[in-house]
């Protein structure tokens, strides 16, 4: 009874919430996610009545709480951002591929192997394992592209919320808010 007494106490917290930010780096966290998304999404729009093939996953709007709104966290980083979606992207259409019959296995793997691929790559980016569950899972559109999945719509996606990040990320004259804090 007394190690359950002791796990259980752990889930007490005990620190307090945060402050909330100051109203200037919700408005850019704001303008951030807006511009980001927005221009993903008229471009998507455009390609997906030219070829038919979507640029807009899910994984993204994780993808711009993380870059607009943590700019200065490690799971922000471009080399996060941008090889953690990648790596998750080509695991996911992998497994698509070699166990299109057992999405339950499929869906579990995609995901376990890419937190680890991430974290042996130093790669961390929790939107990734949305990334890759969207692979496996995702509409059969993206499966029936194939590789092209990690290329268009993830890998243009990723960069177009990385130039966004880079522009307005550094339009604030606090000199604790820049990006990235590397590469």
Same mark, same amino acid.
């Given at each position: 009874m007394r190690p359950l007494r002791s796990y259980l106490k752990k889930m007490r917290g005990g620190g307090r919430c945060p402050p909330r930010p100051p &109203?200037?780096?919700i408005l850019v966290s704001w303008?951030?996610? &807006?511009?980001? /998304?927005l221009v993903i999404a008229i471009l998507s729009q455009q390609q997906h009545l030219d070829s038919g093939h979507l640029l807009l996953t899910a994984s993204f709007g994780a993808s711009a709480v993380l870059l607009y709104g943590a700019p200065m966290a490690n799971f922000s980083q471009p080399r996060n951002l941008v090889f953690g979606n990648v790596i998750s992207a080509f695991i996911g259409i992998t497994l698509y591929k070699l166990i299109p019959d057992m999405l339950v296995l499929a869906t579990a793997?995609?995901?376990?192997l890419s937190v680890a691929a991430m974290h042996i790559t130093r790669t961390l980016h929790p939107p990734g394992g949305a990334t890759s569950l969207i692979a496996?899972? =995702?509409? $059969?559109? &993206?499966a029936e592209m194939g590789y092209g999945f990690v290329v268009f719509p993830v890998l243009a996606g990723v960069l /177009?919320? %990385?130039? /966004?990040? %880079? %522009?307005?990320? *550094?339009? $604030? =004259? *606090?000199p604790q808010r820049h990006y990235p804090v590397y590469w």
């Open positions: &109203f200037s780096k303008l951030g996610a &807006f511009v980001g /998304i793997l995609a995901v376990s496996v899972t =995702g509409s $059969s559109q &993206f /177009i919320l %990385l130039a /966004i990040a %880079l %522009l307005v990320n *550094n339009l $604030s =004259g *606090n």
